[in-house]
């Protein structure tokens, strides 16, 4: 084993990856770091001289809105950086925080419940948001400033401090078109680009995914090897069923299995009985997601079955292909 090829295991081992992210992404991820927890502060500040909230909890911001600072502005369109996430995150886990602590104490054993309940709570809410485990942590281990005020600690300091993270969030990213907040925003004035599917002619590779991400100018949470390894699952989704479906049937959902833009998911609401031949029915259909979402719209049955490339599912969230085995 040769002293380079070493130094790159340790570096694949360590989690040392390169970064493709521009400099000026970086510097704008940390300067929205910056105006985020002075933002929080500076607004705490205000609402006290106000009268709004009551000073006497001592507490401004909580030291894990330093960690949720992190994903807003470095990985703005994370699925763990979005407002459900961010939210549910730190409200869920401060309230079991305050549970265990009301209900045990402040052991090691009830910060270490308090941590594994909110990671439970949060994969089954679908708001998984890290930062939330140190909310959970800080809660019961923080002191009495904190265990004093009990579900208060929800109000003043967490909830303010979301409300003043979020809006800094979507007011700041908003400002760069490439870094819109919450993540749909992006989609939604983005003007997609549309390719023909007869356009398609190249099978995607490591490469052109590495390419995209450097156009992407964003930071995205997943290593080399784990997006190579996607990439090579999907393929070996895509090589087990390259036949229509053998039959177009009301109710199921069939895809067009595409990528990108064109990708859709179609429910076919309506099949018309003729005593011409089936090719000549019509069938009525609902875009459930992807292309033309939410559309409803009728074509030949002919025109259905080449369009529809398999049926699928909806599970935990995800469209899954059925396995042909299984149709009918």
């Not at 090691?108 to 708001?127: D, E, H, K, P, S």
């Not at 450097?214 to 069923?241: C, F, M, N, W």
């Not at 390259?242 to 309506?270: C, F, M």
């Amino acid at each position: 084993m040769t002293v380079r090829h070493l130094v790159n295991e340790i570096k694949l081992l360590s989690g040392f990856t390169a970064n493709s992210t521009s400099h000026v992404e970086k510097l704008i991820s940390a300067f929205g770091g910056f105006i985020s927890i002075g933002g929080i502060l500076w607004l705490t500040s205000l609402l006290i001289e106000a009268g709004t909230l009551d000073p006497s909890s001592g507490i401004l911001v909580i030291a894990s809105m330093g960690a949720s600072a992190v994903l807003l502005f470095a990985v703005p369109h994370g699925a763990l950086s979005q407002p459900w996430a961010v939210v549910g995150g730190h409200i869920i886990s401060g309230a079991i925080g305050i549970s265990c602590f009301k209900l045990f104490g402040n052991s090691f054993v009830v910060a270490g419940l308090a941590v594994g309940i909110a990671i439970g709570a949060m994969y089954y809410l679908r708001c998984i948001h890290p930062p939330g485990g140190a909310t959970a942590l800080t809660v019961v281990m923080g002191g009495s400033v904190i265990t004093d005020l009990g579900y208060q600690y929800l109000w003043v300091p967490i909830a303010v401090n979301l409300v003043a993270i979020l809006v800094i969030s979507v007011l700041f990213n908003g400002l760069f078109a490439w870094r819109r907040y919450p993540a749909h925003l992006g989609h939604i004035f983005k003007k997609p680009l549309r390719v023909k599917p007869k356009d398609r002619q190249f099978e995607l590779t490591h490469e052109d995914f590495a390419a995209a991400m450097q156009d992407l100018d964003s930071y995205v949470d997943i290593t080399p090897e784990g997006l190579a390894d996607l990439l090579e699952l999907a393929k070996q989704h895509a090589e087990r069923d390259i036949i229509h479906p053998s039959e177009i049937i009301a109710g199921r959902l069939y895809s067009n299995g595409k990528i990108g833009s064109v990708w859709s998911i179609r429910q076919v609401t309506d099949i018309s009985s003729s005593r011409s031949q089936i090719e000549l029915n019509q069938v009525s259909y609902k875009v459930l997601a992807g292309d033309e979402s939410g559309q409803t719209n009728v074509c030949s049955h002919y025109d259905f079955h080449q369009w529809a490339r398999f049926e699928v599912i909806k599970q935990q969230q995800q469209w899954i292909k059925v396995d042909s085995g299984s149709e009918g």
